[in-house]
T-cell receptor, first 110, second 112 residues
Framework: KNEVEQSPQNLTAQEGEFITINCSYS?????LHWLQQHPGGGIVSLFM???GKKKHGRLIATINIQEKHSSLHITASHPRDSAVYIC????????????FGTGTRLQVTL | EPEVTQTPSHQVTQMGQEVILRCVPI?????FYWYRQILGQKVEFLVS????????KSEIFDDQFSVERPDGSNFTLKIRSTKLEDSAMYFC??????????FGPGTRLTVL
């Protein structure tokens, strides 16, 4: 069983739609990362969260530590948001051994 | 804007050969990481490096793997005797502290 589960696995949206990607994990963590992997393979860090909510532009990330759940929201989606979004957790007791989810592939169409 | 660079972008090697993947982290960063992603699978942590020594490593990072920071700018991953299952994209990352990591573009390793 994966320690980090993401849903949905694939998501198609029309430009302008509000998008939510979910991440559930089964272990105690000290932090959670959201990453974006571009079609060419490059990876960009979006957020690191240990509690509450963070916002950067049209991206919002929330985490509920008690429920072991995080969400990534994209408001007013755009075709350039098309990418794979990856959730990765830092289990308690480790300083750097991120455990990754399998990713959510987002396609935003015109 | 500073970025992490990796060379080569694609490496093809024969099974059993040694390969060295090279990374130049962002210059004022202190923490360095290697990850791999087998085609179609999730990203996996390999190793982290701080203060000239390995901080943590995964079960994947066995005796066939080693890392080095030979000259204060490069950070290398060596695979001593490559196997077919080592074929993957290898990403280097660096960070100034234990928060945001900056990833390189990756090296695609193909073992024949």
């Amino acid at each position: 069983k994966n320690e980090v589960e993401q849903s949905p696995q694939n998501l198609t949206a029309q430009e302008g739609e509000f998008i939510t990607i979910n991440c559930s994990y089964s272990v105690g963590i000290s932090a959670l990362h959201w990453l974006q992997q571009h079609p060419g393979g490059g990876i960009v860090s979006l957020f690191m969260l240990s509690s509450g909510k963070k916002k950067h532009g049209r991206l919002i990330a929330t985490i509920n530590i008690q429920e072991k759940h995080s969400s990534l929201h994209i408001t007013a989606s755009h075709p350039r948001d098309s990418a794979v979004y990856i959730c990765a957790v830092l289990p308690k007791g480790t300083a750097s051994k991120l455990t990754f989810g399998t990713g959510t592939r987002l396609q935003v169409t015109l | 804007e500073p970025e992490v660079t990796q060379t080569p972008s694609h490496q093809v090697t024969q099974m059993g050969q040694e390969v060295i993947l090279r990374c130049v982290p962002i210059s004022n960063h202190l923490y360095f990481y290697w990850y791999r992603q087998i085609l179609g699978q999730k990203v996996e942590f390999l190793v982290s490096f701080y203060n000239n020594e390995i901080s943590e490593k995964s079960e994947i990072f066995d005796d066939q793997f080693s890392v080095e920071r030979p000259d204060g700018s490069n950070f290398t991953l060596k695979i001593r005797s490559t196997k077919l299952e080592d074929s993957a994209m290898y990403f280097c990352a660096s960070s100034i502290d234990v928060t945001e990591q900056f990833f390189g573009p990756g090296t695609r390793l193909t073992v024949l």
